[in-house]
């Protein structure tokens, strides 16, 4: 069971560039996010999933584009790569809810990260 | 608006005693959930308890262990007899809707032998 798989791990792009970050789950989660983590700062929310075609902005949307067509893939473009993108990003997914205990909590599971640089 | 506060950047705490972890929360809502994630160096986020707003007891799992005081919108994480691997990033969150998590800034741990 691969889980949350992240592509590529790093990446450096040159300003203006743009890039597609990927993100596939396994785990049939109906819930999908990504979230970008930068120095001495907690995770922040790009976008996020809450099912096949649906998508909503979360704090730091600014710069980033996401679809979701199918439940797996949940990809997050950079329209225009910035310095101020360079960040570790993180794609997570979660269950809806349900009846089991384990369901019912709603633990994101996450990727490995991608480690990206823009000069 | 629904926030987590760290309020330690740095903790230290010897091998094999225990650490309390400090989170506090602000949310409006009746039912929320409360997690803590480990990030170790190698960066990859763990999942390691959670705690329903409706819960009458308080959550661990082995060695970690929550101690949530609803009226005081406090969730701090125990982790006792600390071991050498235990240093690392810790991130407290809430669940928002639609799944996402709102994310304290975190504390990061350094555990001395």
């Known amino acids: 069971n691969a889980g949350v798989t992240q592509t590529p791990k790093f990446q450096v792009l040159k300003t203006g560039q743009s890039m597609t970050l990927q993100c596939a789950q396994d785990?049939?989660?109906?819930?999908m996010s990504w979230y970008r983590q930068d120095p001495g700062m907690g995770l922040r929310l790009i976008h996020y999933s809450v099912g096949a075609g649906i998508t909503d902005q979360g704090e730091v949307p600014n710069g980033y584009n996401v679809s979701r067509s199918t439940t797996e893939d949940f990809p997050l473009r950079l329209l225009s790569a910035a310095p101020s993108q360079t960040s570790v990003y993180f794609c997570?997914?979660?269950?809806?809810?349900?009846?089991?205990?384990?369901?019912?909590?709603?633990?994101?599971?996450f990727g490995a990260g991608t480690r990206l640089s823009v000069l | 608006a629904q926030k987590i506060t760290q309020t330690q950047p740095g903790m230290f705490v010897q091998e094999k005693e225990a650490v309390t972890l400090d989170c506090t929360y602000d949310?409006?809502?009746?039912?929320?959930?409360l997690f803590w994630y480990k990030q170790p160096s190698s960066g990859e986020m763990i999942f390691l308890i959670y705690q329903g707003s409706y819960d009458e007891q308080n959550a661990t799992e082995g060695r970690y262990s929550l101690n949530f005081q609803k009226a005081r919108k406090s969730a701090n994480l125990v982790i006792s007899a600390s071991q050498l691997g235990d240093s690392a990033m810790y991130f407290c969150a809430m669940r928002g809707g639609g799944g996402k998590l709102i994310f304290g800034q975190g504390t990061e741990l350094s555990v001395k032998p």
């Open positions: 997570a997914s979660s269950p809806r809810g349900g009846a089991s205990p384990l369901v019912a909590k709603n633990i994101q599971y």
């Open positions: 949310t409006s809502d009746q039912s929320y959930g």
């Open positions: 785990m049939n989660h109906e819930y």
